[in-house]
């Protein structure tokens, strides 16, 4: 639990007192360094950023222990500052002197340990600190149905400790006149225009008392904040927030609690986090985050909405400032007193644009204004520089939403039809017999390359027509040799994890001998019966005295292409054989070159073989051999037209749906397929559309807003989505990769028997698809991506490093298998030995099976782990890479190891080795 409320409101709320005023001394700590530590560390991207958050953490904790020693309680954090009140019960004297040595020992302590050192660099920290004793009024602000409620302090103890602050310097302590007064006989102080600067104390310091808390009081913690924040496990996350910091005027408490009612009432209708109203160091000051920890596909609609209709519904000016930027969502404070924020550039800059925007002006970021210009109007300001940022900053002015806009696509967009003609066309010759060739299908992620090829797959153009699919599955993190046409050979022979070796062999000679008594061509049934033993092993079968034990590395690799080519060949001729290659931008080294290996060898040969080959890949992740003679035909897909969008919709909610829905889903999703999907499924779960005599509409309680165009937020979206069991098993498994198995999923997790119920809730939810044997795979490779680099560095490290002991402990008797996925995750989880250990047997593996590129990978990443005084290891690994780039001809390379082989084996004074 996290103490996100403060104690003393927490107090208050139980005993039913919503609002007081009791004198006190107020104390404002600003910590210097932290702008230019910030823009330093978010140059390093999602990683500076947790260690911006670390950083902040190991700072602030002795701070904030200091401060409630002496009787403080801490009412507000501000990025790098800290609003503290030491309540007077009785002696104001005391109770200042207390305040002043909390405010000492703190700038004593920076002192003594101002830097802190980084894997970025060393950070000096200083702190200003003001201090005044004044009246406090606070009150709890509540929504119109009580629900929910914010806070605040205000009063001349918070205005002047903030004020103070100002004027004080790196490492001093600034006093008012009131605290002059109360402690002259204790301070040595030096006065400068309304100030004091403290010089010393005078006299003996009071002996801290260590606080303590009650638990969190969980009832009433969450009618101030959400579950999601009090109870998450999780130190933070990355996630792509909006940052809407606002500024009003100096209210009466009696029209500010009218205006949180507007705000509960907006934020009802548009969500987003409000935290509490912040007086002091910038006036009246909230800050609202959209995208953390709970996010929407339209969250940057929603917060420009927000402001908008917020500045319609109320009598005063409001001024604001809008950002939109990827940000560590985390603590920041301690365990005595937390505070839930976004460490980054966006809350700073949202804080830079709201102080520097005209009065009654929203100033909107670059990031927003390319997102939804068209469905709001903008001014664009110009170019400012802000403190804390060295680059100038694009400025937009939000004026008004625009209700009637019509969305602006590129490029040709008539659905699918055009495509799936195209697919046919391409595939016609194998109907007569022949080899129709390569055909690449390209599109950015979730444009629907994959559901293209599947619908052509079942669609009229097969009716009555027999067609062998060979589904090749590529997979990021397992790029093992030939992996995408093993993943298929496991389909085609019909094998499943519960079937024994010995079981699977006979199903292997069964299948094969079938295809081997039916081949007119005896050249090809020679050669599979020949090298059936080859094929066995890309689906981990062998046998004793085999011709593939027989044969060296170079012949294993040589036959594997061999017998793979005769294997598509022979099935060519029983029925034409369409191969299918996903997601060619992971495709491993070996089976990429078996492609035009595999073209070559069709077009040579004497007889006609009818096979079409169809691969898919994203646009930015093409491989330059895709773009050579390989390729007969391109298809580019871009996204789908209105006309389209609409017949979509309909599919998928079983009803027309009205003009006004396709409109906002073809604004939100921009004609993306994906998008479309998870659109309509979100706006069924949270019941914002309904049947009506027009078709399928939104309630009246939504406004139409333009869907922000960052396919990561609306992933972490539908993530939110799940429930926090679930989602945390999903953010597990996304260590795993695209495709996982239930057994390792489980043996990672601490959820006993309960795992099988989040998988399948997930699975219900459409997260990923599995099969009878346990074996997952995620519906889409960004939604694995997102769940997995939403989380920290820190978590992914423990991740890692639980997959490793979960693969050696299930694979223990088959850990040769798992080679490489095991230094894999090794080198994630920063297990620098294993790494090693396992890189070098994935080495080995790769050079016995003449996998010679692989294995020059492995080798190299097992050097890159060796220990530097470990020569004799280093000579192993380079002996065996030497073999390697001889096998492929690199004289270049070969010449260089073999000079480094040669200074090691002085180095090691070995005679037989330099020999």
């Given at each position: ?36 530590m ?14 911006l ?31 503290a ?31 802190r050192?980084?894997?970025?660099g ?14 406090v ?41 009131p ?14 225009e ?63 609690q ?40 339209n ?30 969502a ?43 210009t ?28 625009n ?11 008539i ?134 034990d027989?044969?060296?590395?170079e ?16 099935e ?15 495709i ?38 895709l ?43 921009e ?6 999907e ?35 937020a609306l992933?972490v ?5 799940l ?18 198995m ?114 020059i ?35 270049v390379s ?22």
């Amino acid at each position: 639990m996290h103490r996100v409320v403060p104690e003393l409101i927490v107090e208050n709320y139980r005993a039913g007192c919503f609002s007081g005023e009791f004198p006190a001394v107020g104390m404002f700590l600003d910590l210097s360094g932290f702008s230019s530590m910030t823009d330093t560390l978010m140059t390093h991207g999602q990683h500076g950023a947790e260690v911006l958050a670390n950083l902040m953490h190991g700072v602030f904790d002795p701070l904030v222990e200091g401060i409630f020693n002496y009787g403080g309680k801490i009412v507000g954090f501000a990025g790098d500052g800290i609003m503290a009140l030491f309540p007077v019960d009785g002696d104001a004297k005391s109770t200042a002197l207390s305040a002043l040595t909390s405010a000492w020992l703190i700038q004593q302590r920076l002192a003594n340990d101002p830097g802190r050192n980084t894997v970025y660099g060393r950070f000096q920290f200083t702190a200003k600190i003001g201090l005044t004793f004044g009246d406090v009024s606070w009150g709890i602000l509540h929504s119109a149905d009580g629900s929910s409620a914010t806070y605040f302090f205000r009063g001349s103890a918070v205005d002047d400790s903030a004020n103070a602050e100002h004027h004080a310097r790196a490492g001093e302590i600034v006093v008012t006149d009131p605290i002059c007064m109360l402690l002259a006989e204790n301070i040595r102080v030096e006065p400068f225009e309304s100030y004091y600067r403290v010089r010393g104390l005078s006299a003996g310091i009071p002996v801290p008392t260590p606080a303590t808390f009650p638990p969190v009081d969980l009832e009433i913690s969450r009618i101030f904040m959400p579950d999601e924040i009090i109870a998450q496990d999780a130190r933070g996350e990355f996630r792509q927030v909006v940052n809407l910091f606002m500024h009003l005027p100096d209210l009466p408490n009696e029209q500010l609690q009218e205006v949180t009612r507007v705000i509960f009432e907006l934020r009802k209708k548009y969500g987003g986090l409000l935290n509490r109203i912040d007086f002091g160091d910038k006036g009246c000051n909230i800050l609202m985050l959209w995208g953390a920890p709970v996010a929407y596909e339209n969250d940057i609609s929603r917060a420009l909405n927000f402001i908008l209709d917020l500045q319609e519904r109320v009598d005063f000016h409001v001024t604001a400032g809008v950002t939109y930027y990827v940000a560590h969502a985390g603590y920041l404070g301690s365990v005595m007193c937390e505070d839930y924020t976004c460490y980054g550039w966006g809350v700073n800059l949202a804080s830079r644009f709201m102080m520097s925007a005209p009065q009654g002006q929203i100033w909107v970021d670059d990031r927003i204004a390319l997102r939804i210009t068209n469905r709001f109007e903008m001014d664009y300001v110009g170019e400012q520089r802000f403190k804390g940022f060295s680059a100038l900053q694009k400025v937009h002015r939000l004026k008004r939403y625009n209700q009637y806009v019509e969305s602006v696509h590129q490029g040709e967009l008539i659905g699918r039809d055009k495509e799936l003609a195209q697919l046919e066309k391409f595939i016609e010759p194998i109907w007569w017999g022949d080899f129709a060739g390569m055909q690449l299908v390209l599109g950015d992620a979730g444009i629907g390359k994959g559901r293209l090829v599947q619908s052509f797959r079942y669609s009229r153009v097969f009716e009555g027509r027999q067609a062998l699919w060979a589904f090749c599955q590529s997979e990021e993190i397992l790029q093992e040799a030939f992996n995408p046409f093993c993943s298929w050979l496991f389909q085609y022979f019909g094998f499943t994890t519960s079937q024994d070796i010995a079981t699977r062999k006979v199903i292997f000679d069964s299948k094969l001998n079938a295809l081997i008594s039916v081949m007119p061509n005896a050249d090809l049934a020679h050669d599979l019966d020949r090298l059936r033993s080859v094929l066995g092993a890309l689906v981990d079968l062998f046998w004793d005295g085999s011709l593939y034990d027989e044969l060296d590395a170079e012949g294993r690799y040589n036959n594997t292409l061999l017998v793979l080519t005769s294997l598509i060949k022979a099935e060519s001729l029983r029925q034409p054989l369409i191969l299918f290659v996903e997601d060619v931008q992971f495709i491993d080294e070996d089976s990429l070159n078996f492609l035009p290996r595999l073209k070559r060898s069709i077009l040579a040969a004497d007889e006609d073989y009818p096979i079409a080959v169809i691969a898919t890949a994203r646009v930015e992740n093409l491989n330059p051999i895709l773009d050579s003679d390989l390729i007969d035909e391109q298809i580019h897909l871009h996204g789908l037209r209105r006309e389209a969008v609409a017949r979509l919709v309909e599919i998928l909610l079983g009803g027309v749906p009205s003009l006004e829905l396709v409109n906002l889903v073809m604004e939100r999703s921009e004609g993306n397929p994906y998008f479309i999907e998870q659109i309509i499924r979100y706006l069924q779960e949270e019941n914002l559309i309904e049947m009506s005599a027009s078709g399928w509409k939104q309630v009246q309680r939504i406004r139409e807003s333009f869907l922000p165009g960052d396919i990561g937020a609306l992933l972490v979206a539908r993530l939110d989505q799940l429930s926090r069991k679930v989602k945390e098993v999903v953010q597990t498994a996304s260590v795993l990769g695209r495709e996982f198995m239930l057994d390792i999923l489980a043996e990672m997790t601490a959820e006993g028997d309960a795992i099988e119920r989040y998988v399948a809730d997930a699975e219900q939810s459409s997260i990923w698809v599995g099969d009878r044997d346990q074996r997952y795979v995620f519906t889409h490779g960004l939604l694995r991506d997102a769940a997995y680099t939403m989380q920290m560095r820190a978590r992914r490290l423990e991740l890692h490093s639980l997959a490793v002991s979960a693969l050696e402990k299930i694979h223990a008797n088959e850990l040769k298998f798992h080679y490489a996925e095991l230094g894999y995750h090794s080198e994630r989880a920063e297990l620098w030995e294993k790494t090693q250990r396992y890189y070098t047997l994935a080495g080995k593996t790769a050079l016995d099976t003449y996998q010679n590129l692989k294995g020059i990978e492995y080798f190299t990443r097992a050097l890159s782990f060796t220990r530097q005084h470990d020569l004799v290891g280093k000579f192993e690994l380079l002996i065996d890479r030497v073999e390697l780039y001889a096998r492929r001809g690199d004289h270049v390379s070969q010449l260089k190891d073999l000079e480094m082989l040669e200074k090691l084996a002085h180095d090691l004074d070995d005679a037989q080795r330099e020999a």
